[in-house]
């Protein structure tokens, strides 16, 4: 969406500045586009430990996802990209997040309404453009967008080279992470180093890859896969894809964990397809380890094939860093109706072996989606998770979580 009027105040501003001999205002703002979103959910998290107060003695105080209560998270982002010059372009965007609890929060610093909160700058960058060789820089505050991350943002640069048909080379740098801002890092010491690192991404319609190379300064070589293949049979659209990450570790992050953490490997493969208005998908995944602690990915659960809404978060499933080896196998099917309502139904199951006990898991997920414009869609989903100890004297956990959304982009 692109700014092509100017309000009152706007154009008194804009004839403020051309007395002052400056640039006026709407001339500054004729190339500048504008974008967004604004979200708005509703949350809902029930946690159930056994009978009693659970492994470790404390009360049931919270679910994976919030604490035992409801919430309601507002989110705006409002994007602004400037032409500067004839191969330079400035971004800006800024952000709004808030949450109310509802009375029943454990979390008393979070109760309530909250009236305060304020937009931020969460990206702010500089892009050159050189079409001649097909290659794009940018520094500044920017999306780290790795395999290993979902919406990090970090300060550093990045390169992007399309010189070859089909082939998108790429280097980048980051100096720091928004580890204390975003809430979705894990706990290693991998948040808290320079990120190195270099792709290759390959799409030769219906074959495509990418290959990832990253480097934590004195922490961890990590490296990563991804080839999928597509093809059709009459009506219906199938695709393959499989995943491989893996990760080499330096001395000072072999110390995490007391001594006992490991290089970690990730596997997964996955089945998916479109017949007429049904999809499903299919497939396994598996990583870490029984006695030792690794890591997958830095950030929420990066761009790793994780389907589910909380058991990739679970006790020794954690992706972002955790303790078990883990094997799971997932199944899901939907049917949308006149191309705007889908409903659909996932499950996924497996277990996680740790030192001295396995734990059974099992979640199951109903969903909806109505996308009732191209820029308005609502939709919904009721997760239920199923931990079960096998370890005398331990209580199973079972964890119910709901979600409604509201998302407008613009």
Known sequence: MKLVKLSLVAALAAGAFSAANAVSLEEAIKDVDVSGMLRYRFESDRLDIGNNAGLSGDKILDGFN???NNQHKFKSQLNFKAALDDNFKAFVQFEYDSTDSGFGSQAQENLGTRTKDTFGVKQAYLEYTNETYATSVTFGKLEVGSIWTDDAVGTGAKIVNNSIEGLTFAGYWFDALNYVDDGDFGPTKLNKSSLYGAAVLGDFDPFAFQLWAAYSANNAFLYAIDASYKFSFNDANFKIQGQYLGNSLDGDFENYYGNIVDNGSFYAAKLSGDISAFDFQLGVVGYGEKDKGSVVVLED???????????????????RGDIGENFFYFAGLGYTFAETLRVGFDYVGGKSEQIGRDIDKNEY???VSYAYSPKLTFSGFYSYLTEDFNT??????????????ALYKF
Do not use: M, T
């Open 66 to 68: 919030s604490s035992k």
């Open 301 to 319: 659960k990066g761009q790793v094939i994780a389907p589910g809404e909380q058991i990739f978060y679970s006790h020794g499933s954690d992706l």
């Open 365 to 367: 997920v109903a969903s």
């Open 392 to 405: 005398q004297g331990a209580d199973d956990y079972d964890d119910q979580f709901i979600r409604l959304e």
